[in-house]
């Protein structure tokens, strides 16, 4: 034998009966680039996760309000609020003119005076004659 070599002890029995003994051994866990990457990707993926859910509730928000906004469109139709304007118009007038004629008939009973014209009685009323369309040179309606 040389001086620099040692002979290795052969293993005894006892040396084997530790080896395979039940007691558990502890591994030293190491990290592996493999595990940080996918820890890495799925904390990327969570978050793309959670981006896309607020960006959901947002969309259903917007939903949401469009559909209130068709209800309310279709609910009051501007198309019916011309009609409904044009027979408001037309049942201020007939109003006006029917309330012309008993006051005309008032007065001849009373006074003997017949002479009142539909642009005096919307003045006297506060009413704009414009927007009830009076052709205050004829004294009658223009629709």
């Given at each position: 034998?040389?001086?620099?070599?040692?002979?290795?002890?052969?293993?005894?029995?006892?040396?084997?009966?530790?080896?395979?003994?039940?007691?558990?051994?502890?591994?030293?866990?190491?990290?592996?680039?493999?595990?940080?990457?996918?820890?890495?990707?799925?904390?990327?993926?969570?978050?793309?996760?959670?981006?896309?859910?607020?960006?959901?509730?947002e969309k259903e928000?917007?939903?949401?309000?469009?559909?209130?906004?068709?209800?309310?469109?279709?609910?009051?139709?501007?198309?019916g609020l011309d009609?409904?304007?044009?027979?408001?118009?037309?049942?201020?007038?007939?109003?006006?003119?029917?309330?012309?004629?008993?006051?005309?008939?008032?007065?001849?009973?009373?006074?003997?005076?017949?002479?009142?014209?539909?642009?005096?009685?919307?003045?006297?009323?506060?009413?704009?004659?414009?927007?009830?369309?009076?052709?205050e040179a004829e004294?009658?309606?223009?629709?």
């Amino acid at each position: 034998m040389t001086p620099g070599k040692q002979k290795r002890p052969q293993a005894t029995e006892e040396d084997q009966d530790e080896t395979t003994s039940s007691e558990p051994k502890f591994k030293v866990p190491r990290k592996s680039p493999k595990k940080e990457k996918e820890v890495d990707n799925n904390e990327d993926i969570l978050h793309k996760i959670q981006e896309t859910r607020a960006r959901l509730k947002e969309k259903e928000e917007t939903v949401r309000k469009l559909r209130l906004v068709k209800m309310y469109r279709t609910k009051w139709e501007m198309q019916g609020l011309d009609t409904v304007t044009d027979q408001w118009l037309q049942a201020c007038q007939e109003a006006l003119v029917d309330l012309r004629e008993k006051i005309r008939e008032i007065r001849a009973r009373e006074t003997g005076e017949e002479e009142l014209t539909l642009q005096l009685l919307m003045d006297n009323l506060g009413i704009d004659t414009k927007l009830l369309k009076l052709d205050e040179a004829e004294d009658c309606f223009t629709t």
